[in-house]
């Protein structure tokens, strides 16, 4: 019975349809009328739409179906890799000749290079970035100085477990380039750093934490964290770094958190913070080793920058001489302010 009233509304809904055509073509063309043996023709009346009959049947019936709406480019290849650089040198100059009020002339140069390149396909994602400064003052009365001296390799390697959640793997590499002096009052140089002494490399593995859209913050604990302590020199500046005066590594085990943050603030203000706590479960785990840098920068045109970045160190192991001649272990802070002249390139404010 169903299939009977089915087929009967098939045939109704025909019929109308040729009705209506039917309609549109007698409405739309002249008829010959034949009034007292004279044969009158009509004037063909026009459609409202000014089309032809066949033109409007189309329109009637196109116009009851939606235009699908298709985006294709042949030419687009999905980019994973996402890369940049940011470029900064500043410099200042003081010369003075017969100066009344006193001082010393010198030239100072400070450069700082920042550079990423990170790769994001699906659940994956992995993050490498390389920070390397550098800078100096030459006083033409006391000589040569370093001031800024870093080398900072940082990666790491995620996978969504769920939603925020994240499997990851980092690497941390620190260094610096050139040795460093400590000088005493008659201005004799010992020598207290240089390449590879001290470098300290991890590698953690554990989870990571990435609210919002990640881009801002990120929150990493690595309970399985192993760390190298590699101190290529004398004696006397291994055992200043917690070495043994006869081992050039010293290895620890133990956990790791760390908390990157990164926000730019009115499109000219930049705020970037990187704070790890570590704690060697060979050792004693209670004795944490710190590290926490804060950039600021302001961007004043494409070019122009002012920056200051600060590092903040506490470390037990490492001995810091004080002024009446013992060594202990002390908080070590370095400030680095600069009006700079600033480049970037590919993505990097990105």
């Known amino acids: ?25 007698e409405s739309s063309y002249a008829q010959d009328i034949n009034f007292f043996g004279d044969t009158v023709k009509k004037k063909k009346v026009e459609l409202p739409s000014g089309l032809d ?10 116009k009851k179906f939606g235009i699908p709406t298709i985006n294709y480019n042949p030419d687009y290849k999905p980019k994973f890799w996402t890369t940049g ?80 959640l994240y499997f990851s793997a980092s ?30 490399s991890t590698l953690g ?10 881009k801002v913050l990120s929150i990493g604990f690595s ?3 192993g760390s190298v302590v590699m101190v290529n020199a004398d004696s006397a500046i291994r055992v200043k770094y917690g070495n043994e005066y006869d081992k050039f590594l010293r290895w620890e085990l133990g956990a790791q958190l760390k908390v990157n943050f990164q926000k730019t603030f009115y499109k000219d203000f930049k705020v970037a913070s ?3 706590l570590f704690s060697d479960y060979m050792g004693n785990p209670l004795n944490m080793v710190l590290y926490w840098d804060v950039q600021l920068d302001y961007s004043f045109n494409k070019y122009l ?26 908080v070590q802070i370095k400030e680095v302010f600069g009006l700079n002249f600033s480049y970037t390139i590919g993505n990097y404010k990105k």
């Open 274 to 276: 990187q704070f790890s």
């Open 171 to 200: 690497f941390n590499f620190k260094s610096q380039f050139s040795p460093g002096f400590k000088y005493d009052s008659d201005n004799k140089a010992t020598m207290v750093s240089k390449f590879l002494a001290p470098a300290y």
């Open 53 to 62: 009959k066949e033109q409007e049947i189309c329109r009637v019936i196109g």
């Open 85 to 164: 650089v940011l470029d900064e040198v500043g410099f200042s100059q003081i010369s003075l000749t017969n100066w009344a009020a006193g001082g010393t002339g010198s030239v100072a140069l400070n450069a700082y290079v920042n550079a990423m390149a990170n790769y994001e396909k699906g659940k994956m994602y992995w993050d490498n970035r390389l920070q390397l400064s550098y800078g100096f003052v030459q006083n033409f009365d006391i000589g040569y100085r370093k001031a800024d001296d870093k080398i900072i390799l940082d990666s790491k390697w995620g996978y969504r477990a769920y939603k925020k």
């Open 205 to 214: 593995i554990g989870i990571d934490y990435k609210p919002g859209d990640g």
């Open 1 to 25: 019975m169903k299939w009977i009233c089915k087929s009967l509304a098939v045939v109704v809904a025909a019929f109308l349809g040729i009705l209506a055509l039917c309609c549109i073509s």
């Open 223 to 225: 309970p399985l964290t």
């Open 305 to 330: 920058k002012a920056s200051l970045r600060t590092n903040v160190i506490y470390d037990d192991k490492v001995k810091i001489s004080r002024k009446n001649g013992k060594e202990s272990p002390m």
